[in-house]
């Protein structure tokens, strides 16, 4: 029980359990065969029992925990001197994970994290269901690791929405990569949009048009003249990303452009770009800044 940090509780109806950090160690046979053997049947016994493991599990552990470390090591207090652009990613993991697990500190939990995923770009990309495989790393965590990773999503949507016009090909790159990238470059499937502008090109609104396959999206041109209509707006750009990594338009991707146009000219709305984003921020295409949209 003390290698595995095997711990018994007492539930309020007098039914004794364990708990064990390690997941799928212990069937439910195995657990029942060791509740016998331990003969304890009160919160008491257990609470007795608990503490006694924790003090070996503590004598056993090869690290100490964070709250232990000399202050100049500690991830937070290090960010209060240091400033958080100053902390390397394990750090700052760290902090947001707040603690480990049995035999490692947060910081040693989030090397794993970083070494496994192997970049804050793939732990983004990963499912809840994918991280809480890690072991120290449960739901909580994985929740927590990813409100994180949102925020920094949300910052640079704010920043973008903070853009007075949008004028140039260049001004409609950097909204989208600021706005759309982050959330788009590695998406699966194809994912259509549109951003809105009034009579001074200032974004009114995004609008999600449709999702499609891996490489492919069905898109109605009337849809979206019927949304610019709804919003008022006085011109639309068009978003969808590549799944393939690839920005170069395909024959479907120009013709559908075409389309969109023209159904957007029958009411005076002008499509001022169309931008294809890829796996990089650094990696999109744009109709306009070719020559594909005038």
Partial sequence: MVVNAIYPFCST??????????????????????????NIKTSSECETLREEIKKQVAERRTTRPIKEWIKEERPREMLVKLGAENLPLSKLLAIILRTGKNGASAEELAQTLLNHFGSLRAIDAAPISELSKIEGIGPAKAAQIKAALELGKRFFQEKASTRKKLTKPDDVINYVCEYYAPYLRDQEKEFFNIILLDIKNKPIDNIEISKGSGNATIVDPKEIVKMASLKSAYSVILVHNHPSGETTPSQDDIELTNRIVSACELLGIKVLDHIIIGKNMEDFYSFAKEGLIR
């Avoid at 364990?18 to 060791?34: D, N, P, Y």
């Fill in 13 to 38: 109806k007098g039914t004794i359990f364990l708990k064990c950090s390690q997941k799928g160690i212990l069937t439910q046979e195995k657990k029942q065969e060791i509740i016998e053997l331990l």
